[in-house]
């Protein structure tokens, strides 16, 4: 009895440890990384598993298609990155392997496909998630996720916090004995006060009146408590804006309550809430499919599909039908972070118009429907309809 506890202080203690040292280099973060000031700006395109190099593979060609110029005058460079598949991690037992994110780190923003995540029972060794590994390593704390479904009036910004809570020990919890499992939440006031902050700037430079704080702070007393008195405070600074404070239950009901649902503008929520909201909310919008997912940071940003791998169409040979809306939404937003919001809105406008308004191409996953590749070249062709923004306002 005395030995487990024993060994457990000690997990616990170095827990405690390794998080101080996270708040203390949080402390300490640099500025914003000014992408104006790159040259090249080194876009990382990572396949990832499953479907993901195909998805990510029509991605490319529409980024090759919009940044022609740059890529041939040296302003961007396109830099494929190999190696971060399940076999290869598996493997070296890491959930990015070592020379892998060394390559990554020679990146400025990622484009990224999905990456399997291992769970207990798989033919997989059960370790962290590449995903999550790599939102720590690159710091990237703000998990930025748009819905919006014109027809139900909705149009929400999610502000998912991405490098604590549930997620940042949730490889370490400690199976004490037989009978007791223990995980650990960690939430910081730095990590709190970052994401709030990118939340509150981003409603007041929208003029959005509104931002919800999703907790379960009446339960989850210590660690959401913490992040909803940090709101408050933020709050003040931001007198302009209004913002209310919701449980993760009730937010959920509301999300799907048409009476309210059209209310709500911008989200900010701890790791695993903003998880699970914002499935939710893709789902409204057509399915996480159709979701494109921004991870930032101060120094790095990666942008992904926010599906899963399907490896099952892989195996039965429908790897081509894949829809790759995800990804190239995924893409959109990268080209908005590093300045080029001119191309981003007409990438958002030409996937509006082929996935939803115009609709000639249909994806069904099989052989039903329109492969990738034709949905990829589907939208170049809408890209270069000189009528495109006329077109997209027509169907608004
Ligand atoms: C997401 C995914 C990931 C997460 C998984 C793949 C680890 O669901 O990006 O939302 O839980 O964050
Ligand atoms: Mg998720």
């Known amino acids: 009895m005395n030995d487990i506890v024993e060994n457990a202080k000690k997990h616990f203690e170095?827990?405690?440890?390794?998080?101080?040292?996270?708040?203390?280099?949080?402390?300490?973060?640099?500025?914003?990384?000014?992408?104006?000031?790159?040259?090249?700006?080194?876009?990382?395109?990572?396949?990832?598993?499953?479907?993901?190099?195909?998805?990510?593979?029509?991605?490319?060609?529409?980024?090759?298609?919009?940044l022609k110029e740059q890529l041939s005058s040296g302003a961007v460079e396109l830099r494929i990155i190999e190696g971060l598949t399940?076999?290869?991690?598996?493997k070296v037992m890491k959930a990015i392997p070592d020379d892998v994110l060394e390559e990554i780190k020679k990146c400025h923003v990622l484009l990224k496909g999905?990456?399997?995540?291992?769970?207990?029972?798989?033919?997989?060794?059960?370790?962290?998630s590449a995903n999550v590994t790599m939102r720590r390593e690159l710091d990237l704390f703000a998990n930025v996720r748009p819905v919006k479904v014109p027809e139900l009036g909705i149009d929400w910004m999610f502000f998912r916090e991405n490098t604590e809570g549930a997620y940042v020990l949730g490889s370490k919890g400690i199976n004490i004995t037989d009978d007791l499992a223990i995980d650990f939440k960690v939430i910081t006031t730095q990590g709190s006060d970052r994401i709030i902050r990118l939340a509150f700037d981003y409603a007041a430079k929208n003029n959005i009146n509104r931002v919800s704080v999703v907790t379960k702070a009446n339960v989850v007393k210590a660690t959401d408590g913490k992040f909803l008195a940090i709101a408050e405070e933020i709050a003040k600074e931001y007198p302009q804006v209004k913002w209310d404070d919701w449980y993760i239950d009730i937010a959920t009901a509301k999300l799907v309550d048409p009476a309210r649902q059209k209310d709500f503008k911008v989200f900010v929520a701890p790791n695993l809430y903003g998880d699970i909201i914002t499935d939710e909310a893709a789902q409204l919008q057509g399915g996480v499919g159709t979701a494109g997912?921004?991870?930032?940071?101060?120094?790095?940003?990666?942008?992904?599909?926010?599906?899963?791998?399907?490896p099952r169409m892989v195996e039965e040979g429908r790897a081509q039908y894949a829809d790759p809306s995800s990804i190239i939404k995924a893409a959109a937003l990268l080209l908005n972070h590093i300045g080029f919001v001119d191309k981003a809105k007409q990438l958002d406008m030409a996937l509006d118009i082929c996935a939803t308004y115009?609709?000639?191409?249909?994806?069904?996953?099989?052989?039903?429907?329109?492969?990738?590749?034709?949905f990829a070249k589907y939208i170049m062709d809408t890209l270069q309809d000189p009528n495109l923004e006329k077109k997209w306002k027509e169907y608004q």
């Open 358 to 374: 115009e609709k000639k191409l249909e994806i069904t996953g099989r052989d039903t429907g329109a492969t990738g590749e034709e």
């Open 86 to 90: 399940i076999e290869n991690r598996a």
């Open 293 to 310: 997912s921004a991870n930032i940071g101060k120094e790095y940003a990666m942008f992904e599909a926010i599906h899963g791998s399907a």
């Open 14 to 66: 170095t827990l405690v440890k390794e998080q101080l040292e996270r708040v203390d280099h949080m402390k300490k973060a640099g500025d914003w990384t000014d992408y104006s000031k790159l040259k090249p700006i080194i876009i990382g395109l990572v396949g990832g598993d499953g479907i993901g190099p195909y998805i990510t593979r029509h991605a490319q060609k529409i980024l090759e298609f919009l």
């Open 114 to 128: 999905p990456t399997t995540t291992p769970r207990k029972g798989d033919k997989w060794p059960n370790i962290e």
